[in-house]
Every structure is written in C-alpha cells, then in structure tokens.
C-alpha cells in the first residue's frame, strides 16, 4: 500500500514532533499486527492517521463536530484532550474517505480506550503508549507488557491512566472506566 498521500498531508496538519510520533506509532501498530495477527496495512494506516486533528486549532475542531453532526458528551467538552479522537475519526472517514470502520473506530477511542475493544482497536490504543519515541517512567513495563500479551498491557495502560487522571483531578470518561472495569473485573471481584 502507498501511504505517500496521506504522510503528505500528516506533515502540513502535524508539527514536527506529532508528525514523527504520527510515524513511530504506524511502525509500532504495524509490528503489533504482524505479531498478533491482525491486518499490518490497516493498522500502520490507522497509526500514521491517529493524531490527525491533534493539532488542529479548537474553531475548526468544533467545525468538524458541527459538520458533521456531532454531539460531545459533557465530559469530552469539558476535556479538550479528549476532542482529537472525535474529530479525527470524523476527519479520515468524511474528509479523507476512509471508509473502513475497523480504522475509524481505532481512531475514535485511541484515547479514552471502551468497552469491548476488538484486537485491532487495542492494537492502536497500545502502540500509542509503546512507540519508540514515548518516554515516560512506565514506558519500559508497557513495552514488555505489550510483547507478552495485549490483554495485560491494556490492563496496565488503563490502570496508569486512571491513576494519572486522578492525580490530575481531571475528569475521567465513562468509556475508560467501562474499559478499566472490563480488564479487573475478572480478577480482584
Ligand atoms: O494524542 P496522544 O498524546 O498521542 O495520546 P492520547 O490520544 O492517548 O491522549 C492522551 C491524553 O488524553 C492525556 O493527556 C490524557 C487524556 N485522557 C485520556 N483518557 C482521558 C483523558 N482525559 C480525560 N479528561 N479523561 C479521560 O478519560
Ligand atoms: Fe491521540
Ligand atoms: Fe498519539
């Protein structure tokens, strides 16, 4: 697959530094692929496309959710961290004419992470958290977490998450406490 168009226009809508995280991430969900079996053209795509509005000024953002009819819940609203995911799965489905759901979905919740992620989804939230160009102090548990079994990175990754929000006194989404509920329930119940 030729992804010279699209890395074309990740470099006019990204500065420098997402630009290069937009790369790392398609290589890494493209390795995760390989390794779990999933599609590695899909989800080096939906890498590269993930942060497509990260940088996008907060007016055409709220032009996208308007365009297309899209109605922010009060804690997406609340948090503008959270707005890229939506705009961005809005982005490559309406504008750039991806018309695979299994792509605009993995963009949709690369963020918040949900209830009932299929491989391909956990594929993108966890390569997001595991590309060479993250540093972060846990960045090495989730990289050997990442290679022994998804199920337990994104217990990790939403565990980290959660703990980072509530430091922050930020608002946590209802779909990343259904995710988190998801991966403890089956043990600590
Ligand atoms: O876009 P990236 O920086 O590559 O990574 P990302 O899309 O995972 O975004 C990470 C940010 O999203 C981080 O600052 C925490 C924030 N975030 C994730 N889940 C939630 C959240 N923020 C709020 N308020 N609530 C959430 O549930
Ligand atoms: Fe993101
Ligand atoms: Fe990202």
New binding site residues.
Partial sequence: MDYTKYKEILKQRLNEKRYI?SLA?ADEAKRLAIKYYADSEKAYLAGLL??IT?NAPKQEQLQIFDRFGIMLDN?TK??E??W??VSGAAYIENILKISDPEIISAVRY????KQNMSKFEKIL?LA??TSSDRDYPDVDVMRNLVDISLESAMEYALNY??N??RDKK????L???LAYNEVVKKENN
């Fill in positions: 995280h991430v993930h942060d990260k804690v609340n948090s961290k959270l890229h995911a690369h963020t918040t992470a939230y997001d958290f998450t959660i980072e929000l930020a608002q946590i989404h779909d990343t406490v």
